[in-house]
């Protein structure tokens, strides 16, 4: 079965703190997206990965093919930072369709 | 345009009544999607459009719904008979073509079915 985990679940840090979010699938995928979904509801496609790492200012992403498994980090945190963060995969058999995680709640407080 | 545009943004109806959504992709995006997001739930695949292939529509939740792509740019996806459960944000996202690229989303359409 095609699935996608994400951890943790709900998320609070304090303002300046390393943060890290986890996102593991079951089975291989051909690319992997980390989104940011605003409190207002709009989604900001952050990073695209098949293999590697990207960054992009204070984030930060990785994914490890064998192991199954991608990070989001984000360095100084900030309160703007405060968002949901959703790990969506396209799976090897699954054609174009993207699988997504259910999310993190990242709150950043000042 | 320069983003992803959806309308309405928001659209209240009444049970069993037909609704059609908008979505206008990134001018030169091929491949086009629709997801549903619920309340207090993750992101769900509706139907996706590629081109002039044939879309792939294994997400669509029943024959209730449906969407079409007018001359590779421009799509609609059609909720007829509407239910309470198809209360939800409905989003349009939105990329250059088939390759490993990064998705643009609309800011999507708040459905109420009352």
């Known amino acids: 079965k095609n699935e996608v985990e994400q951890s943790p679940q709900n998320l609070t840090a304090q303002e300046g703190e390393f943060i890290t979010i986890n996102c593991s699938y079951s089975?291989?995928?051909?690319?992997l997206h980390w989104l940011q979904q605003h409190p207002g509801g709009g989604i900001v496609s952050l990073f695209m990965l098949s293999s590697g790492k990207k960054k992009h200012g204070r984030l930060i992403a990785t994914i490890n093919i064998q192991e199954k498994h991608s990070s989001l980090h984000i360095t100084a945190s900030h309160p703007r930072d405060s968002a949901v963060y959703i790990c969506?995969?396209?799976?090897?058999?699954?054609?174009?369709?993207?699988?997504f995680g259910q999310g993190t709640r990242l709150t950043i407080n000042p | 345009g320069a983003g992803v545009s959806q309308s309405p943004s928001n659209k209240v109806t009444e049970k069993g009544k037909d609704v059609e959504l908008r979505c206008d992709p990134i001018?030169?995006?091929?491949?086009l999607y629709w997801y549903r997001q619920s309340l207090g739930q993750g992101l769900e695949f509706l139907i996706y459009f590629q081109g002039n292939s044939a879309p792939d529509k294994s997400g669509l939740p029943s024959d209730r719904f449906s969407a079409e792509r007018t001359g590779g740019s421009v799509s609609t996806l059609t909720i007829q008979r509407t239910q309470q459960e198809d209360s939800a944000v409905y989003l349009c996202a939105s990329r250059p073509g088939t390759g490993p690229e990064k998705l643009f989303f609309g800011s999507g359409t708040q459905l109420s079915v009352l």
């Open positions: 089975v291989g995928i051909s690319a």
């Open positions: 969506a995969v396209r799976f090897l058999q699954g054609a174009q369709k993207l699988v």
């Open positions: 001018s030169g995006h091929t491949a």
